[in-house]
Nanobody, 114 residues
């Protein structure tokens, strides 16, 4: 059974940091592009960052220079280090493949206060 389990969210002040984790089970991981997505209230889900199997990364312009995506293939886990957080980063954060073909997990809420 495919499972994506996100964790690490919380309430943080603007300028703060959080580290999100996503554990993947029931499906191949090592060879797949993985991504972090987010959905703010009243908005569509958007792709934030991706990482290939060999560690190449790509970021949305809105988070470039502040967020870092990484992965641990042995643990089947993808991470999102978020620094210099802004109120506009407030959203539910999800992981999935680079093309979001897996069933979505429950996500993890990130709230940034001004």
């Amino acid at each position: 059974q495919v499972q994506l389990v996100e964790s690490g969210g919380g309430l943080v002040q603007a300028g703060g940091s959080l580290r999100l984790s996503c554990v993947v089970s029931g499906v191949s991981f090592r060879s797949k592009i993985m991504g972090w997505y987010r959905q703010a209230p009243g908005k569509q889900r958007e792709l934030v960052a991706t990482i290939t199997s060999d560690g190449s990364t790509n970021y949305a312009d809105s988070v470039k220079g502040r967020f870092t995506i990484s992965r641990d293939n042995a643990k089947k886990t993808v991470y999102l280090e978020m620094n210099s957080l802004k109120p506009e980063d407030t959203a539910v954060y999800y992981c999935n493949r680079g093309t979001p073909e897996l069933r979505w997990g429950q996500g993890t809420q990130v709230t940034v206060s001004s």
